[in-house]
């Protein structure tokens, strides 16, 4: 149920909601990292399309609306998940250093360095520095293309008797060009480089309180305080602070069969936005308080999610209500192998410049902010374990409310930024997702995702993809040499383009990205790879106007220290 109060319309909706009790297989092997952990904070959901800025951590409540399972990258991605390794070496052996140093065509450099304290009981601390970038090359016809991207992080976690103090800071500076203009539709004009320079800057403090009770059935707790700094080339400032609560308790029932909690999430979130034309400064409130239930081979949720947004206009204070039930059920059919689920839930979030930043790179420095609702999303599937395969298959029906969606800026000369606009879109999706670690050393996963999106207003859900396919398989070959590849096609897409004053949707072509590595382990410290990307040299355009670099190679090495 959402109530908006917003001078001179009053409208009520009624929706129900529900979350999924899927879980993931594990699969029963001995691994050794040849690296130092390095925890970051779960996100966001970043969409790192090249040559746009990665998202190293996820900083805010960031809306799912099944855009993309998987990113197109278009250029070189050097900090791939390489594949995993198996060894018999002890875990007190691991080193508590780590370099990673490549170099690629397109004069692409990458460092990257990782440090951090060797088994503590007591404590966890870290260092992490990152640099990659290019010259631009490979894109012809178009405006200069390199980029930077740069991060240096640190870290640390203090173990304490029943509880867990850490903390986070996390600094990232971008640089990407708006180079999507074709060249020759402006012989007069002259763009040099700094003309189309974008520059982001973020900072992301974060410090974490939570308990890690050995002992069932104790009020578990986690508190959260979050800080970020997101700031553009362009005089666009955003910070945003928020403080996150969680807490659950199970009762012990004595019985194998039966056992049953309660949870509640609390969240207080800020957003202060500023451009040179708009201020937006939101304040969101989620109260989310949940009871599940499990008997045998059936498991229950029910809940309420209520979620409050107060969002000050030179007109007044514009409240928005939402209230949504949480309803959700499992039934194992056959233990570790079948599990059918079904659920029904919804919320409310408030877009960040920061969110559609790392998403799209070339976005305008001034975006129309708003809030996103999940009005209703209805899911259900099935999924399991079956002889080495792990397999999911999922159908989603969602509504959602003043979903964002980017269209080109045709007040510009050069046509190479994007807004973002907002309408009401129903979503139907099947996905379905097959796993496979049978065979000793290797491991595979593929992916099939359909999208059908039915605007309200506008023609066509723009760039958004009507099907996805990924593939994704590693192997290890005598404990020295080790191979990985991936591949994704994606789905045509329509482009918003204008023929005097009509509206002409425009069809970009289907994308076919695929990725080759290959590491050859020396001895036990250094190892030397090669990498390449878009080896089909495919001049795909995830945005428009706006197509990737060619074929990508990269020679380096990697030493644990």
């Not at 088994?119 to 390199?146: C, F, M, T, V």
């Not at 850490?166 to 990232?172: D, E």
């Not at 099939?448 to 309200?456: K, S």
């Not at 390449?532 to 706006?546: A, D, F, V």
Request: hydrophobic residues 40%; glycine residues 8%.
């Amino acid at each position: 149920m959402i109530f908006r109060n917003s001078p001179p319309s009053l409208a009520v909706l009624f929706v129900l909601i529900c979350q999924p009790f899927v879980q993931g297989q594990g699969r029963n092997e001995e691994v050794t990292i040849i690296a130092p952990y390095i925890p970051t904070i779960g996100t966001a959901a970043k969409i790192p399309f090249r040559p746009e800025i990665t998202v190293p951590e996820a900083t805010a409540s960031v809306f799912d609306y099944d855009y993309i399972t998987k990113s197109v990258e278009t250029r070189l991605e050097l900090d791939a998940v390489d594949p995993v390794r198996f060894s018999d070496s002890r875990q007190e052996d691991l080193p508590g250093n780590f370099a990673k140093v490549g170099f690629g065509n397109y004069y692409t450099p990458y460092v990257e360095f990782l440090a951090s304290n060797l088994q503590n009981d007591k404590y966890l601390a870290g260092a992490r520095l990152r640099h990659h970038s290019s010259q631009g090359g490979g894109i012809k016809g178009y405006g200069q293309n390199n980029f930077s991207h740069n991060l240096a992080s640190v870290y640390g976690k203090t173990f304490l008797k029943n509880h867990t103090l850490s903390g986070n800071l996390t600094y990232n500076r971008d640089v990407v060009h708006f180079y999507g203009f074709p060249v020759d539709s402006f012989p007069d004009l002259e763009v040099n480089k700094e003309d189309i320079r974008q520059r982001f800057q973020h900072v992301k403090a974060l410090i974490g309180f939570g308990s890690n009770y050995t002992t069932a059935y104790k009020l578990d707790h986690q508190f959260r305080l979050e800080y970020d700094y997101f700031s553009d080339f362009y005089q666009t400032r955003e910070s945003q602070i928020a403080f996150i609560t969680s807490l659950n308790k199970g009762f012990d029932t004595r019985r194998r069969d039966f056992d049953h909690s309660f949870g509640l999430d609390v969240k207080l979130d800020y957003l202060n936005y500023r451009d040179t034309l708009l201020e937006f400064k939101p304040l969101y409130i989620e109260f989310a308080p949940v009871y599940t239930l499990s008997i045998g081979q059936y498991s229950f949720k029910a809940g309420l999610n209520a979620d409050i947004i107060s969002e000050p206009t030179p007109q007044g204070n514009d409240l928005t209500v939402g209230i949504f039930p949480i309803l959700g059920a499992e039934i194992v059919i056959l233990e570790d192998k079948v599990k059918v689920f079904a659920d029904l839930f919804g919320n409310l979030v408030v877009n960040s410049f920061r969110q559609f930043a790392y998403q799209n790179p070339f976005i305008t420095s001034t975006p129309e902010l708003r809030s996103t609702g999940d009005n209703v999303r209805i899911q259900g599937g099935i999924t399991g374990n079956a002889g080495g395969l792990n397999y999911l298959a999922q159908a989603t029906y969602a509504h959602i409310g003043d979903m964002p969606l980017f269209v080109t800026d045709i007040s510009l000369a050069l046509d190479n930024r994007f807004l973002v606009i907002y309408d009401d879109i129903n979503l139907l999706n099947v996905k379905a997702t097959l796993g496979y670690t049978r065979i000793d050393n290797f491991i595979s996963r593929i992916t099939a995702a359909y999208y059908v999106y039915i605007p309200e207003n506008e023609e066509k859900a723009w760039h958004m993809p009507g099907f996805e396919v990924s593939l994704d398989a590693a192997y290890r070959l005598k404990e020295r040499y080790y191979f990985r590849t991936s591949m994704l096609l994606l789905g045509s897409r329509y482009a918003r383009t204008f023929e005097e004053e009509t509206v002409v949707p425009e069809k970009m072509g289907t994308a076919l990205d695929l990725s080759v590595g290959f590491e050859y382990r020396i001895n036990r410290m250094i190892s030397a790879f090669i990498d390449g990307n878009n080896l089909l040299n495919q001049s795909y355009q995830r945005w428009y106007n706006y197509p990737v670099q060619g074929i990508q190679v990269m020679l380096g090495a990697k030493i644990s220290f």
